[in-house]
């Protein structure tokens, strides 16, 4: 991001807050006097939002999971509202940039989750940053997954008080080793060393922002790593979690991460009694949902069990909603289809703030559902499309989801990076949801017409969504101030072409010479390190056990590519999920 770029983010920031205040008394419409009320009463809530990881709709009892215990949940879900049909994207940096933006995740930079694909443009506009022109202090405790370096970073993107891990997941590259137990996570950019457990964690120090902030309007966005798994199932819960569900029989996964849930519920139990005890209840809107739809055990017979599947079990997840002071009728279930995109409208309307013509917003805002008004509510269309790979293909792993019907495109094909799809005569299925929420009757010869309409309305979507930043992931920031040495990490930020690693997409904010570090792993021979920037390949000799040399780089947008060539050994381009190759880039001042 340029100078120009921050002065008009930071001014657009600014006319937000003011043309919220201004415009709200222009109109008379009924939400505008809602709006208006809002601001006048100065009754905006506290606001916690909880998003699980890798959960599906039916890992819930109160949505007929006889086997998990969420008393907690459930019992919040009884008392409160909550969505028969929230949709979510079916991998979960995707949701988390739909959640912080309000836009679908193309628009944002954030293709899929690792190899250069979960980093999102620093010039995107947060739930967070418009909550602070309302004068509200932020804080986020848990897995961020959307750009581990500036202008990425939460810090970066509107929050005060941070407690993260890097990556994905506790333990992915780069942030390795590491362990559910006693982690090393990132404080406010700092390293610390934690003890306990980490969901333990999270909330201990989510509870401990709110009690600090207790006299102050809050944000709390607290998106837990659980219940994602890692390769060594059984450790990352404690065994008095997970044998109960072994003795049921479920196999060791299951287990866990109905172990990883339980405890997730009795840390939401902790959260409420938190609020009770500070007298912050009440006037407390809390969110709690899931980042994509991982069905394990399938109760409720929903079609595409685990992510990133786009028929129903990959793509919807509860949504539980309470705000006592505003929300009081108990019990409220929800059918009209919401989703991700939705959050961010619902809370700007919730606070009274009107989002700005430009960036604009996809999602719409549901304060109406939730407040169970006597309206007609409009009939809408959702998008959804996923894919490794940082180039979508029309129709690929795409599904468009209506009240009714919907309809699926080129099923099951997530990871085919070379899918060759037909725009006059694509593989299309569609289903009427209404009588056929599994999805096993293709009803797509039946309705002609129907899957006519919703394909044209794809095809518009995918070009409208393609043309915001032509499906081009953020860029990470060499030389700032913000962050000076600048850490690359190979696996997950790295462009990947047929799964070789081809560089980093990065902004030089100023030329000058910078020292180039990689890691070598165990190999200490001597060689030549490559520092390639767009066309232009420049090297220098490294005797034996070297890792680092100076290289001068000029200002602007490159694309990056470092590696080291042993003497009389071929260069190959590393693909394995490790460290190896991984650089660090400091600016040196003159």
Not at 90 to 112: E, N, Q
Not at 220 to 233: G, I, K, M, Q, W
Not at 432 to 450: C, F, I, M, W
Not at 513 to 533: H, P, Q
Request: proline share 6%; aromatic share 10%; net charge positive.
């Amino acid at each position: 991001m340029n100078e120009l770029d921050r002065i008009t983010r930071r001014v657009l920031l600014k006319k937000t807050a003011a043309f919220a205040m201004a415009s709200v008394g222009l109109q008379g419409c009924t939400q505008s006097k809602r709006l208006f009320a809002l601001l006048m009463r100065k009754d905006r809530p506290n606001i916690i939002l909880v998003m699980a990881d890798n959960v599906g709709f039916t890992e819930f009892g109160i949505n007929g999971n006889d086997k998990i215990r969420t008393p907690h949940l459930d019992r919040f879900a009884r008392e409160g509202v909550r969505f028969s049909r929230f949709y979510c994207n079916p991998m979960c940096a995707p949701t988390r940039a739909s959640l912080m933006t309000g836009r679908y995740p193309y628009r944002t930079g954030v293709i899929h989750t690792s190899r250069g694909g979960a980093k999102m443009h620093g010039d995107e506009i947060t739930v967070a940053e418009y909550l602070k022109t309302a004068g509200y202090v932020t804080g986020v405790f848990g897995k961020w997954h959307l750009g581990d370096n500036y202008p990425m970073r939460p810090q970066d993107q509107g929050f005060d008080s941070i407690l993260i891990h890097k990556s994905g997941r506790l333990g992915q590259v780069p942030d390795k080793p590491n362990s559910y137990f006693d982690p090393v996570l990132r404080s406010n950019g700092r390293r610390v060393k934690k003890r306990g457990y980490c969901t333990d964690i999270f909330f201990q120090a989510a509870m401990e922002f709110i009690a600090d902030n207790r006299n102050r309007r809050f944000f709390v966005y607290l998106p837990t790593n659980v219940a994602h798994t890692s390769r060594e199932v059984g450790l990352e819960i404690h065994s008095k979690y997970s044998e109960p569900y072994k003795a049921m029989g479920l196999d060791d996964r299951t287990a866990t991460v109905y172990g990883m849930i339980t405890n997730l519920d009795e840390n939401f139990a902790r959260l409420l009694h938190k609020l009770d005890e500070l007298g912050l209840r009440k006037n407390t809107l809390i969110i709690f949902l899931t980042d994509d739809g991982n069905v394990r055990i399938n109760t409720a017979g929903f079609r595409g069990r685990g992510q990133p599947s786009v028929y129903e079990g990959g793509l919807r997840v509860p949504c539980f909603v309470q705000w006592q002071a505003r929300f009081p009728a108990k019990g409220l279930k929800i059918d009209p289809i919401a989703s991700h995109i939705d959050i961010l409208p619902t809370l700007m309307d919730v606070c009274g703030l009107r989002l700005p013509a430009e960036p604009a917003a996809d999602g719409v805002s549901l304060l109406p559902l939730l407040e169970a008004e006597n309206i007609h509510w409009p009939q809408r269309k959702l998008f959804f499309q996923c894919h490794r790979g940082l180039t979508p293909h029309r129709y690929q792993n795409c599904a468009v989801v209506t009240q009714r019907f919907k309809m699926v495109g080129y099923p099951d094909t997530f990871n085919d990076r070379k899918l060759e799809t037909s725009k006059d005569n694509p593989v299309l299925e569609l289903y009427d949801l209404a009588t056929d929420p599994g999805e096993q009757n293709n009803v797509a010869k039946r309705y002609p017409e129907v899957l006519a309409e919703l394909k044209t309305d794809y095809d518009a979507w995918f070009d409208d969504v393609r043309s915001s930043r032509q499906f081009t992931p953020g860029y990470i920031h060499l030389g700032s101030d913000a962050e000076n040495p600048t850490y690359l990490c190979r696996y997950q930020d790295s462009t990947y072409i047929d799964q070789k690693p081809t560089g980093w997409p990065v902004y030089i904010e100023r030329g000058g010479k910078y020292e180039f570090t990689i890691n070598r792993g165990l190999s200490t021979e001597a060689g030549r390190i490559y520092v390639k920037i767009n066309d232009k390949t420049m090297s220098r000799p490294l005797s034996q056990g070297q890792n680092r040399a100076i290289f001068p780089l000029v200002a602007g947008k490159a694309k990056l590519n470092v590696w080291v060539q042993e003497q009389a050994k071929p260069y190959v381009p590393r693909s394995q999920e490790d460290t190896i190759g991984d650089v660090v880039v400091r600016r040196l001042d003159e």
